[in-house]
């Protein structure tokens, strides 16, 4: 971070460089402050400063290629700053008119931490392609396909890899009221921990004494398995008055092959990809407005009722005792408002203030998860 | 009785029966409004405001189009830019989809920064990768 002005002043003039040759040139910058970063009860104070710029030709008709780079700077747990550079492309072959509709992007990142949290140091690589078909002006059906890999180069984790497949329909009745029903199966690569041919060596009802269970965790081993999640979310939007749109969404989604098996945790760990893989239920209620001139104005409201895959944390020193530990669950609500002030220059160039704040809730089985969280962010955006 | 009552929205009022009102991204509001300029605010709401007073660009004095910035053919990029968006617009809900293992990460204000980002297992802004 020390070079920071140089890497300022480089992808500035990059970026001039890059405009003046026909490519459309992006850059976002923000502040922010949490206090509780790491979402447990831990509650650690930071803020944090973020820079990015985002490079877009188009070559061809409907193809985009994107070229990012991004850097954030967290003040107090400073290694957690991290430098992230990436290409995508997104081809969509068919014009807007058509009722057909084809979507399909490629893209490959890769974020590097500070030394202390280089472990999550990960290369993703990312696929998709997804076809919708417009039966009427009110009634459309889609589906598709997606695949990411995330690869910890420096990590015992190793990978990840998610399949998805969607398929949805989207329905307005009675004027302005309108239905999306989305339904899909996610499956997922996983290493978990594991004893079983140990297990399955001792006869039922054996109780051995802790060396020898001690000994047993020397041979712990890791195995591979498929998790697979299914999802199904039905969602409500209509306008409320001239200037105010409104949701309302349900999801539910449940493991379908999940017997226990345990992963590394994420109390300490918590960049582990396993927080954000969950079963249960959730609803949401967002609004968007354009009451007050040239803004616009979000605001949400949602609660979760989250069952986590069970895990191995530090605390715990045999693996045993986290196999015989109730998964974690957690009730959580969140809020967030926020506002975006766009200003469209003549010229085609927009420039854009921000701000937003969060509170969350959370309460959870386990105390560690006992915590709340209240985030603040300013920051702009500006097109070229 | 709610779902009843379409002539709350002024989307519908404005309508033909030929030209439904849609909503693919949920956010409450017909997707076929026009936004010429990319701003993210509807034409039609722009419109009231333009009328009452000066333009925002005015305002600003519309400083990148003046000079040699200017000889940079902003409109041909613009153009092209504009083109792409108009498909993707279309594509929106082909996008991204709203379950699987990494549900929860489209709440909140939708730019991958603040507790989202975190709970979603990476921190900070920019986790969304390219």
């Known amino acids: 971070m020390k070079h920071r002005g140089t890497l300022l002043a480089f992808i500035l003039l990059t970026s001039c460089s890059a405009f003046a040759a026909g490519v459309n040139v992006e850059f976002t910058a923000g502040v922010g402050a949490t206090n509780n970063l790491v979402n447990d009860s831990s509650n650690i104070y930071d803020a944090y400063s973020s820079a990015s710029v985002n490079l877009k030709a188009y070559p061809l008709s409907g193809l985009e290629i994107s070229v990012r780079g991004d850097n954030t700077y967290y003040r107090e747990t400073i290694g957690l700053s991290s430098l992230l550079g990436g290409l995508k492309l997104t081809y969509i072959p068919i014009r807007a008119k058509s009722p057909l509709s084809v979507f399909l992007s490629a893209g490959a990142s890769g974020r590097l931490y500070h030394n202390e949290f280089s472990g999550f140091d990960n290369n993703i690589a990312e696929a998709a392609g997804s076809i919708g078909y417009r039966f009427s002006p009110g009634v459309s059906a889609r589906c598709g396909v997606s695949f990411k890999s995330t690869v910890y180069v420096k990590s015992d984790i190793d990978y990840k890899r998610d399949f998805d497949f969607f398929a949805g329909v989207n329905a307005t009745v009675l004027g302005g009221n309108s239905f999306d029903l989305e339904a899909g199966l996610a499956k997922t690569d996983f290493t978990h921990k594991d004893n079983v041919y140990f297990v399955d060596s001792i006869p039922p009802g054996w109780d051995f004494p802790w060396p020898y269970r001690m000994w047993l965790l020397e041979f712990v081993g890791q195995s591979e398995n498929d998790l697979t999640l299914f999802y199904c979310s039905p969602r409500y939007s209509r306008s409320v008055g001239f200037k105010t749109g409104i949701s309302l969404m349900y999801t539910v989604q449940n493991f379908q092959n999940y017997h226990d098996e345990i992963v590394y945790g994420f109390s300490t760990q918590y960049l582990s990809p396993w927080a954000s893989v969950w079963e249960g239920q959730n609803v949401t209620v967002n609004l968007k407005s354009y009451l007050v001139p040239q803004c616009i104005v979000s605001a949400g409201a949602g609660y979760w009722d989250k069952t986590y895959l069970k895990t191995m944390e530090t605390r715990h020193l045999f693996y045993f005792q986290a196999k015989e530990e109730s998964a974690r669950r957690d009730w959580q609500t969140r809020i967030y408002m926020g506002i975006q002030w766009p200003l469209a220059l003549h010229s085609g160039l927009l420039l854009e203030p921000n701000a937003t704040v969060e509170y969350m809730k959370n309460i959870s089985n386990k105390p560690l998860y006992n915590f709340s969280n209240f985030a603040v962010n300013a920051g702009v955006r500006f097109r070229l | ?130």
């Open chain 2, 1 to 130: 009785m709610v779902l009843a009552v379409p002539a709350l929205s002024a989307d519908v009022e404005e309508k033909s029966k030929s030209d439904a009102f849609v909503d693919l991204d949920g956010d409450g509001f017909d997707d076929a409004t026009a936004d010429d300029n990319d701003n993210g605010i509807p034409d039609k709401f722009e419109a009231a405001q333009k009328s009452a007073e000066p333009a925002v660009s005015g305002s600003l004095g519309d400083i990148f189009n003046q000079g040699e910035l200017a000889a940079f053919s902003a409109e041909d990029i613009l153009s092209k830019y504009a083109g792409f968006c108009k498909r993707q617009f279309r594509t929106r809900d082909l996008a991204i989809h709203r379950g699987g293992f990494n549900s929860g990460e489209g709440f909140g204000p939708g730019n991958g920064i603040g507790i989202g980002a975190v709970s979603a297992g990476c921190v900070g802004p920019g986790c969304q990768g390219p």
